[in-house]
């Protein structure tokens, strides 16, 4: 079983960094693991924000030169940095986890990743 354990998140003003961090349990390594990232406001589908797939990264357009995924291993542990956050950035953040992709996975639909973290509040204010 994948544990997945996200922290990081904090009020903070448009402009501002944040990094998210997403802690994978220690029986699993990050090498055999994709990490995605996903948020979701209330009332809303959660969303597909960026991955780490070995060395592939995939972002989503709206992130795309904002936020930057990246992993340390020996910490078993993949981040999200986050910079020139906006408002609209304010969601849950989520960490999720599938064994490592090829091919033409859907990397961006929720239900294909099947382990996932409890959450981490960003908000960011105007």
């Known amino acids: 079983q994948v544990q997945l354990i996200e922290s990081g998140g904090a009020l903070v003003q448009a402009g501002d960094s944040l990094r998210l961090s997403c802690a994978v349990s220690?029986?699993?390594?990050?090498?055999?693991?994709?990490v995605g990232w996903f948020r979701q406001t209330p009332g809303k589908e959660r969303e597909f924000v960026a991955a780490?797939?070995?060395?592939?990264?995939y972002y989503k357009d709206f992130v795309k030169g904002r936020f930057t995924v990246s992993k340390d291993n020996d910490k078993n542990t993949v981040y999200l940095q986050m910079n020139s956050l906006k408002p609209e950035d304010t969601a849950v953040y989520f960490c999720?986890?599938?064994?490592?992709?090829?091919?033409?996975?859907?990397?961006?639909?929720?239900?294909?990743?099947?382990?996932w973290g409890q959450g981490t509040q960003v908000i960011v204010s105007s």
């Open positions: 999720a986890a599938t064994p490592l992709f090829t091919g033409s996975y859907d990397y961006i639909r929720p239900t294909s990743w099947p382990y």
């Open positions: 780490l797939n070995w060395n592939d990264r």
């Open positions: 220690e029986s699993t390594s990050v090498y055999y693991y994709a």
